[in-house]
């Protein structure tokens, strides 16, 4: 409900940054693609919270790509190239706390990240 709540908010105004902190099972039951397109130049923190920290995000990444979010901080489990390289695509020098459950190709990523 949160979620279609900002998304319907975002076409009034568009503030600076958006902090998403959601269970990420929660955010998959959601509009997250519609809220995604609404953010288009917001800045969006996402930090994404599960049972099991290994369980990989890259659904919800993927809206990102290309997205004109730009993404701040990122939280969350990043299980394949194609998840790494939406996250690319969206951060601006981004905090990003990533959880691996098999090594993985950064190599979208560079080197322009503040903090991995």
């Known amino acids: 409900r949160e979620?279609?709540?900002a998304t319907a908010m975002l076409t009034y105004a568009k503030p600076r940054t958006l902090v998403v902190r959601?269970?990420?099972a929660a955010l998959r039951g959601a509009p997250w693609g519609a809220l995604v397109a609404a953010a288009r130049g917001?800045?969006?923190?996402?930090s994404l919270f599960s049972p099991d920290a290994y369980e990989p995000?890259?659904?919800l990444l993927l809206p990102l790509h290309n997205s004109g979010v730009r993404l701040v901080r990122f939280k969350g489990c990043v299980g394949t190239c194609?998840?790494?390289?939406?996250?690319a695509s969206a951060w601006q020098g981004a905090q990003l706390g990533i959880h691996?459950?098999?090594?993985?190709?950064?190599?979208?990523l560079g080197r322009t990240y503040?903090?991995?």
């Not at 917001?42 to 996402?46: A, C, D, F, Y």
């Not at 194609?82 to 996250?87: R, V």
């Open 22 to 24: 959601m269970e990420a």
């Open 82 to 87: 194609a998840g790494a390289a939406a996250l």
């Open 57 to 59: 995000n890259d659904d």
């Open 3 to 5: 979620v279609s709540v």
């Open 42 to 46: 917001v800045e969006v923190s996402l």
């Open 114 to 116: 503040k903090v991995l």
């Open 100 to 108: 691996m459950a098999a090594p993985l190709d950064l190599s979208a």
